[in-house]
């Protein structure tokens, strides 16, 4: 958006003769167009919000292992996430989250894929194989393709990632936890969404144990537990799986959700929403408002470290924390503490692209109480409203973030 533009309209229209215009209808009617011109220009842009690759050539073990690889095209560079999702709806997983790269791994038989050798006394026939409906099970196969193949491939070709996450669902949830104990270096944060634990717990049970004597490497890995209301026997295994971490102190970040009125069938989505939540403190209910006490940006660093230390799998960022800067910022605003809002701007620009969400949400939160703004700050922060639009931002972002009084304001002045 070119404000100069809007302001040139504005200013034109303002040798009109009183019958045809006055100047707050000018202001009102260009502020509508340039509204209405953003939703045309994100509407256009929404018939392919995403980009999607299908590539079936990658090698596992000597056959070719299709994926599929979803972004939005507009990712922001410094902070990608990889999430590998072992299931074939990635495109799901993708709303709304507009620095991932999501690679789905569609299976062509999940038994073979997602459960572990089955031990000698299981034998064809027996209780075991039968309740299992065990085929040919081999998930040390795909652990070994994800580690050689999947993973550098996402390196050199949409890397590097500031952080990346597993995600499996179902058998893919037991698969993860596999993955977690004896792979413990591949991810840093694990989402188990409904996990079968219901069959063999036993060997979930000996390789976590098994972990647990070089507990070290687990140091600031971050398990999501994911269990739906209606799914009994998943929240049995659930609860039991997370009081044996606790019981063999290993060192995990951990945090385990029941998601009420929800079965099997429909846990999968709210088990990777509820754990990207948790991973990267993107939810306003993580950090109440009532215990954010700092009156200085030096100040909220230092609570933000501290309460991250307990509460999240990443380090302190406003890009990762972006509730908090943004529930700071409006504090700011309403103290009017106008140094500490021009630090937290600056900081904000610093270590984040200006054309992201989190810092449009941050800059929003410093003009919260913008009318109550003596007029020297006022010009000051519409100046800095009016950078932020000439910078570029992608429509949809910029529809979100108009904001009428520094319209109007802007025009008057």
Not at 312 to 323: A, H, K
């Amino acid at each position: 958006m070119n404000i100069n533009k809007f302001l040139a309209v504005v200013f034109i229209s303002s040798f009109l003769p009183p019958a045809l215009a006055s100047d707050a209808d000018s202001t009102l009617a260009a502020r509508q167009q340039i509204e209405a011109d953003l939703i045309a220009q994100y509407k256009a842009q929404q018939t392919q919000p995403q980009i999607v690759e299908e590539i079936d050539f990658l090698d596992r073990d000597g056959s070719q292992q299709p994926i599929t690889i979803v972004y939005n095209r507009n990712l922001v560079a410094n902070n990608r996430v990889l999430v590998i999702a072992l299931d074939d709806n990635a495109r799901v997983l993708v709303t709304g989250v507009e620095d991932a790269v999501i690679i789905g791994v569609p299976m062509a038989d999940r038994i073979r894929d997602l459960v572990p050798p089955t031990p000698g006394d299981a034998v064809e026939g027996s209780p075991e194989w039968e309740n299992g409906q065990i085929t040919n099970p081999d998930s040390d196969a795909m652990i070994r393709f994800i580690k050689d193949s999947l993973i550098p491939y996402a390196e050199e070709n949409y890397g590097p990632f500031f952080h990346k996450v597993l995600f499996g669902y179902s058998l893919g949830g037991i698969f993860t936890l596999q993955t977690l104990m004896t792979e413990p270096q591949l991810f840093d944060s694990y989402i188990a969404g409904s996990p079968s634990l219901w069959y063999r717990y036993n060997y979930y049970e000996g390789i976590t144990i098994a972990a647990s004597q070089h507990r070290e490497q687990f140091a600031g890995k971050c398990l999501i537990l994911s269990a739906g209301e209606d799914e009994p026997s998943i929240s049995v295994g659930t609860r039991n799986y997370e009081r044996l971490l606790a019981g063999l102190e290993m060192p995990l970040i951990t945090h385990h959700q029941r998601n009420m009125e929800t079965d099997h069938g429909h846990n999968r989505t709210l088990s990777f929403l509820y754990g990207w939540d948790r991973i990267f403190n993107t939810d306003d209910i993580f950090v109440p408002v009532s215990t954010i006490t700092a009156t200085t940006l030096t100040q909220f660093h230092e609570f933000m470290e501290g309460w991250l230390d307990r509460t999240s799998c990443v380090t302190n960022s406003p890009m990762r924390s972006v509730s908090a800067y943004s529930l700071f910022a409006t504090k700011l605003a309403a103290e009017q503490n106008f140094e500490e809002m021009r630090a937290l701007l600056s900081y904000a620009k610093d270590n984040m692209p200006t054309q992201s969400r989190a810092f449009a949400n941050i800059q929003l939160s410093l003009l919260s109480s913008f009318t109550d703004m003596p007029e020297d700050e006022k010009r000051y922060w519409a100046n800095a409203y009016s950078e932020f639009l000439e910078s570029g931002p992608a429509p949809g972002l910029a529809v979100h973030f108009i904001n009428k009084e520094i319209i109007e304001y802007l025009a008057a002045n």
